[in-house]
């Protein structure tokens, strides 16, 4: 499993993430969901490390990546906090533009990253992204019955 990558503790200012790279040329950056780590990403990873440098970090609060305080309004766990921990991840390893990948609630944190630092993301995926307000207006009883 992810052959050939190295596996760090990079710290990234406001949290300290737990990282495997690895491969060489255009780098990518892979964003697991929930309740997820980066091993979501162990047969993807070798593949495109054949031509991309591969960065595949658990996210704050997930896996050995830190789980620093929420803060009053939990935004220490938010889209935000996690896009900025992506990019000064991504400078602390030499990577100032980049493309993305995300999956599930990754998915939603690429998104944020796009829409915060576009001058840092060259290309964007979202994989399996469920539209949070329209899910939630739709768990009712009924829903959490059939769960």
């Known amino acids: 499993m992810f052959d050939g990558f190295t596996l760090d503790r990079i710290d990234v200012g406001t949290a300290t993430l737990r ?10 950056v892979l964003l697991h969901g929930h309740p997820r780590t980066h091993v979501t990403w162990q047969h993807v990873a070798p593949a495109l490390a054949a031509e ?11 896996g050995r990546s830190s789980k ?12 935000r906090a996690m896009a900025g921990d992506i990019v000064a991840l991504m400078a602390r ?5 980049f493309a993305v990948a995300g999956h599930d609630r990754g998915c939603y944190v690429a998104m944020r990253l796009a829409l915060d630092h576009p001058s840092a ?27």
């Open 52 to 62: 991309h440098t591969v960065v595949c970090p658990d996210l704050r609060g997930y």
């Open 19 to 28: 990282v495997r790279h690895g491969g060489s040329g255009p780098p990518i």
């Open 121 to 147: 993301v060259s290309h964007l995926a979202v994989l399996d992204g469920v539209p949070i307000g329209e899910a939630l207006a739709r768990a009712d009883a009924r829903f959490a019955a059939r769960w």
């Open 68 to 79: 620093p305080p929420a803060g009053d309004d939990f935004s220490g766990y938010g889209k």
């Open 93 to 97: 390893l030499g990577h100032e533009r």
